[in-house]
């Protein structure tokens, strides 16, 4: 069982000391949706699966709309973005134990802000964020893991147009409150661990995700 912070006020008036918590932080919650496909650095023949992997909170929702708290829907999510320099350590997984597509995604790395002129508009969103860790699993022989994957401010599901801007809230924070990160990353040659599977021996992998309330320290 957790407990909030518990704070003591003493009443300048009355001398009286006033109780007050702080409760427990709020729940994680995020929008995830992934894919899975043969592309040009993992051609068709090396991946005989080609659609949506998992998705929070259902499937073909946009996570650019959409979002759950952890333990709901069957959905277990853990995130911790932690300032570093001139980005952040970002570690974020979405676990699906129920319905038709349980599985797991995992991307771990250093995500730098979104570039943005003097209003506030972004600039630069195709730039790509290097050296993301992507793994992809589930109960089918799925073990996708590729250490060089990259992240952009951009779409990356095909049904949502690749490739444009995220909505403009999009981006990577954290501080004392908690952190926070909606970016997509691409693995254009995901290599399945599982080498007894020759059905998904090697895919490109992408997701977009929206975390929030992430632990920041």
């Known amino acids: 069982m957790g407990f909030g912070k518990v704070m003591l006020f003493l009443s300048a008036s009355s ?3 006033v109780i007050a918590c702080s409760g427990p932080p709020p729940a994680i919650q995020a929008g995830v949706t992934s894919v899975i496909q043969g592309g040009s650095q993992a051609p ?3 991946c005989q699966r080609s659609g949506d992997f998992i998705d929070v909170p259902l499937a073909g929702a946009d996570p ?4 759950v708290p952890t333990g709901t829907q069957g959905v277990t999510l853990n995130c911790q973005v932690v300032p570093s320099g001139n980005g952040y350590n970002v570690t974020v997984s979405a676990q699906v134990s129920t319905g038709i597509q349980p599985g797991t995604v995992t991307f771990t790395g250093f995500f730098t802000p979104r570039v943005r002129d003097a209003n506030g508009n972004p600039t630069s969103d195709t730039t790509q964020i290097p050296n993301i860790r992507g793994i992809f699993q589930d109960n089918t022989g799925v073990n996708l893991f590729q250490k060089d994957c990259y992240a952009q401010y951009t779409t990356a599901d095909p049904a949502l147009l690749s490739g444009n801007p995220l909505p403009r809230e999009a981006d990577v924070f ?4 908690g952190g926070r990160i909606w970016v997509s990353v691409f693995c254009p040659n ?4 599982n080498t007894s599977n ?3 021996k090697a895919c490109q992998g992408t997701a977009t995700f929206r975390f929030e309330n992430c632990a920041s320290h």
């Open 174 to 177: 954290a501080d004392n409150s």
């Open 15 to 17: 001398g009286a000391v």
């Open 198 to 200: 020759q059905i998904t």
């Open 190 to 193: 995901a290599v399945n661990q």
């Open 64 to 67: 650019n709309t959409l979002v």
């Open 44 to 46: 068709a023949q090396f």
